[in-house]
């Protein structure tokens, strides 16, 4: 690893700083920052919105209600989801969740938030996290995916609370997609707590 390369990955507090700070212009500049079917699939694509979709809101409280599993995030998983790993994870959970929306939701032509992000985020960082025992870290994943599940249900309207400060419809499909993408890595990450305790 290079000089600077170790730099970056060391600045404290990386990823929260970028994304909050994208948050700003990803609320401003909403429709040229969110998922659009029309414009990603034109002949010269607007690839950015792959990734800018997850940082564009409609509503300011929508923006902040959202940037709350970045902070939690970066608070439970600090090695991880502070620094530049952080940010490249984030990187594949947006294009991964933009993909989900792509391939398996052709009604839908225009998406924004970081919900769907922030289901596999959260999952991640407290599957990692150093803070807890390995048994609240699993009640908070599997509260997580359950959370998905029953907005799945015939309870859905309720379900809706969860985008209260929205201004459109939740797409919960795009929570399914944040948290089919983080499984591995919670997986990965109880595998390597087991090869640790087994080496000590």
Known sequence: MTRFATAVYRVPALT????LL???PGWYWSQWWQFDRQALGATAPEWWRWWGAHLAHGTVE???SNALAIVVAALVAPRWMNR???LLL???LMAGVSLGI???NPDIDVYRGFSGVGHGWLMLAFAWSPWFSPWTRIAVVVGIMLKVVWEESDLFMIAQWSGYFADAPV???AHW???LLAVPGVILAYLAQFIRERMN
């Open 16 to 19: 929260p700083l970028v994304l």
């Open 22 to 24: 994208l948050y700003v």
């Open 62 to 64: 929508h923006a902040v």
């Open 84 to 86: 530049l790993p952080g």
């Open 90 to 92: 984030a990187a594949f």
């Open 102 to 104: 792509w391939l398996n």
């Open 171 to 173: 797409l919960t499909d």
């Open 177 to 179: 997609y944040g948290v």
